[in-house]
């Protein structure tokens, strides 16, 4: 989401899904949207984020914050914090409550984190809102409307997969991270174990041909805060497993994958901006088209050592019909 054209609108902001002609988009995908958005509004002045809108619809934490983010171009966090300060700007101006009640109110610890935001958002502090003629910004609520449009060609296949089991390097990142530009955690990790020398050992356990490096992902559990990402190779019948211990004792892990169905999806590009393109396009476009929903199970994506021109890793989505 770019910063001011999408805050200065005056009408409502709306989310708009591409609907086939045959079903549509899922009335249940419309509905929980819907009422994470209600929910948030009723609770605005709450001391509420991303986690309790997740579990006000039943839904876990990791898949609405993704879910959310590439639906709506921003996080339900962003979301809140912009209606929270759209709302206090108009206080300000409207009403003769003091910076510091406002500050508090709109859930701020301070008023000078509450300026520091405000400014940021507005481009004038506290007390210039509370002057005439001071140009503020507009956020207002997300509303959902569906529009009726020619179809579009996403490439994906269907695979199934029985248990699966991988040898990786992994580690914890923050819910938040997910569709947020801001943060380079996950590429500065494949980084990091490239210039540790942490990769080469896994791949060296596989045979030419077959050095496939997976980069997995895990949603986070219920209540928890953070999702584990991985870095490693399949362990199936080509891969050498006489050296595995003492990967294990430094350091690497073992992951497993439940037996599950995957929608797979090719990523053409010269870097890892196609994966999020994709991942946008799966929640836009392929699961109200295909009444498909992600599930809790492990998703990755495949970097071939061979792959075919242009590709730079396909994505496996676990996926159930909704």
């Known amino acids: 989401m770019t910063e001011l054209c999408k805050r200065e609108q005056d009408s409502l902001n709306t989310i708009y899904y591409n609907d086939c002609i045959q079903g549509g988009l899922s ?4 509905q929980l949207i819907q009422q994470a958005i ?27 914050h993704r879910t959310f983010s590439f639906i709506a171009g921003m996080t339900a966090n962003e979301y809140i914090r912009n209606r929270r300060l759209t709302l206090a700007a108009q206080e300000l101006q409207s009403t003769d409550i003091s910076v510091i009640d406002a500050a508090y109110k709109y859930g701020y610890e301070s008023p000078e984190s509450f300026s520091k935001a ?9 007390k210039q809102a509370k002057q005439k003629g001071t140009k503020l910004h507009l956020f207002n609520p997300l509303v959902i409307k569906i529009t009726l449009e020619g179809g579009s060609i996403m490439d994906y296949r269907m695979e ?11 580690r914890a990142f923050p819910n938040e991270i997910i569709n947020d530009d801001k ?11 490239y210039e540790k020398n942490l990769i080469e050992p896994m791949k060296s356990l596989r045979p030419e041909g077959k050095r496939d490096l997976y980069g997995l992902c895990s949603p986070a559990k219920e209540g928890e805060t953070h999702f584990n990402y991985g870095i490693g190779i399949i362990i199936d019948g080509d891969t050498d497993i006489t050296e595995l211990e003492k990967l294990l004792s430094s350091g690497y892990s073992i992951w497993e994958a439940e037996p599950t169905d995957y ?8 870097d890892g901006d196609c994966i999020g393109e994709t991942w946008s396009k ?3 476009e392929f699961a109200p088209q295909t009444g498909y929903m992600q599930t809790d199970d492990t998703d990755y994506e495949i970097y071939y050592e061979n792959g075919e021109s242009g590709l730079f890793c396909e994505l496996w989505v676990p996926v159930k019909k909704n």
């Open 27 to 30: 009335k249940v995908s419309i």
């Open 38 to 64: 209600g929910y948030m509004e009723e609770h605005i002045y709450e001391d509420i984020n991303y986690a309790d809108v997740a579990k006000s619809i039943h839904m876990s934490s990791y898949n609405f």
């Open 118 to 126: 405000f400014s940021r958002f507005h481009g004038s502090t506290p």
């Open 160 to 170: 199934h997969r029985e248990h699966q089991k991988f040898i990786a390097m992994v």
């Open 183 to 193: 943060y380079t955690s996950i590429p500065d990790f494949w980084t990091e174990c």
């Open 263 to 270: 929608a797979v999806f090719k990523c053409f590009g010269p």
């Open 282 to 284: 799966f929640f836009k």
